[in-house]
């Protein structure tokens, strides 16, 4: 009998997992609460009152390029954009799904409320788990317009509406109506008005409806196995709701694929309860036009503050951005218009990490002069802390239209801000690009996660993934790397499918991995600033690389040296893909060598030289154009999805 998975989400993470394991020839079913596949890549256009999973933003393109986001066996079409909008992306997920027939292995609008140990009737482990679900019941569409606006006055985003009122975690407040007025605040403003009261035209496919009578959506009070009572009472009814939508399910293994871009992370700055303004959450930032004329204070310069920062600089009156920390901004793509992620090669990744920070930093010396003149040169080096990759913010703060600011001490008034140098400035509203928190709130944090502050990110799973007392569970996408997620969770889900079917090495003992838990944990301190957004961070190459090594999928590069030159000179210089870990090993495929031929089209020097026509001439292969001459395997057909395909939208 094949091993009972179960994997919770069904987002890049959870569709990894899920092909890996049927792969492995593993029995999978897989949970997601959402109507449909693709977790933060589904962007919900968030209503008043929703607190929808995805944090994304209208205007979302991806950071990093296509070829190192993609699966390492389903490149990225070819004719899609390098740095793609989100909706591709949510398409490549679909297609990835469809490709590898995973849909029927996914059970849609169950969200997970409980997992724990199973029990037997001595009160015994069974060594399995139980794991608990409710249906979603999703409200149709619904059609909400504000008494006050007429929709034609309004800023629209294709019929979609500006989150900024409403009672989720992630909107703190909005402006009370009696609040007295701000900098530069007129009521008489009409354009202010109205992009507080915007029309709301729901979309069909998002929203929740409230948890039926008696059932608490947390799952610690939640009753499952309440005895019987009289059919007609009221308790009855609510039974029998319950049992209608509450599962329980047993399974052997649980793969955890929930996603930690969810939960906002909110500072607690003194005096926040005294102002009056809008407070969002960059979770629940959609579309800039509510904040048309206002002036706004961004806190925090990660990628959601920068990008959020740009994109409102361009309606709001003044932009002022605060960071604490300052931050290394690269360009999404660098010399000789390589994106900028094509630079983590392995030549690159073999550079001993002093010449590597000198390298990069002076990188963006070369791009942008002294990040100083910005107010946002950090003390760190370079890779001690996450990037934040933005092409746009030093334009707009040479504009002046966004004003950077340390970090903010306390609100003073109802719209009065001060800061840690001491100056102060009138704000209508904040923006929190503040990070998220790492959140399971299903399962045991502390016993599971050794999460021993309900606050704190830090989290104590062997190699970011097995939990030292269950053995029996794994995290996938619980990982922060210097670059994609996606191809990292899908590497994890490798490894956790062939430990889970029993292919690969089992896993330590338990205090062994705790040991090795320690020591990688001195020296994640010894690399990264300590800040609660970088306690799972890793570098891409050396995590992939070890990952790789308990899978059997590394690249053998003395071998292609020997066998050919021209993919050995790729998988060295070029982008390190993921496409590279499928040369061999388990599972290879044999579309990896044009993949990765493909994802070193821009670092074809030939074509950087400018001498790519004389080089055609003389009939000389460039390194991006083909290796098929080169390559063994590179005659197999492409997959189907290589194929030029429409735009997703
Ligand atoms: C604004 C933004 C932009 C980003 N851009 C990039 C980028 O350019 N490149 C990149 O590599 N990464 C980017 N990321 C990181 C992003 O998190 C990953 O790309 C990826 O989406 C992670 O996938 P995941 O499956 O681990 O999590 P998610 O995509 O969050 O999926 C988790 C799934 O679990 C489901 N789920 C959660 N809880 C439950 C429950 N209790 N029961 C049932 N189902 C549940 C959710 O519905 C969801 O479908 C970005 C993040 C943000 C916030
Ligand atoms: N286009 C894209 O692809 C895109 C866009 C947005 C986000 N993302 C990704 O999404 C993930 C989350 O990014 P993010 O920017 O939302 O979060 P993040 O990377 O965690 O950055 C949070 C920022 O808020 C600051 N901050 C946190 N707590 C603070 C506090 N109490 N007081 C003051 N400042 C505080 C941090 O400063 P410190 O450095 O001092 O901690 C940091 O600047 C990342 O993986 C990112 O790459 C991608």
Known sequence: MPKRVAVLGAGASGLAALKECLAEGLDVVCFDQEPQLGGLWRYVPARDGDDPHSSLYESTVINTSKDMLAFSDFPVPKDWPTFMPHRFVAKYLQMYCEHFQLKKHIKFNRKVLNVVP?????????????VTTQRVRRKGPVRMLSPQVRSDTLPRERGRSPPMTGASSAVIKSREPDAPPSPGDADANPARKRSLSPVQVYDPAQGYEPAPPGIDSSFSSLNISSSSSPAKSLAADQQSITQQCIKNYTFDFVIVCTGHHWKPRLP??????????????SHLYRVPYPFKDQRVLVVGAGNSGAEIATEVSHHASQVLLSTRTGTWIVPKTTVFGLPV????????????????????ESLVHLHHGDLSKYGLKPNHSFTQAHPTVNGEILGRIEAGKVVVHPNVARFTSHNMVEFVDGKTAGVDAVIYCTGYKIENPFLDARAILGQEEANSNRVRLYKHIFPINHRNMAFVGMVQPTG??????????????????????PLPPPAEMRDIVDKDWVEHCKQYIPRERHTIQVEFVTYMDEIAKFVGCVPDLWRLWKTSWLLAAQVTFGPTAAFQYRLEGPNAWEGAPDAIAYACREVDLLKISGLSSLAAAAGVTSAGSSSRSQSPRSRAPQSPQQQSLPSPR
């Open 341 to 360: 992620d094509h630079l983590s090669s392995r030549v690159m990744h073999a550079i001993p990490r002093p010449l590597a920070n000198f390298a990069l």
């Open 484 to 505: 994609s997620i996606i191809p990292v969770a899908e590497m994890q889900a490798r490894w956790v499918a062939r430990v889970f079917s029993g292919k690969a090495d």
């Open 118 to 130: 199973e029990m037997d009737a001595n009160g015994e482990h069974t060594g399995r788990w139980e």
């Open 268 to 281: 607690d700055f003194e005096g926040v309860e005294n102002f009056r303004g809008t407070l969002v959450h």
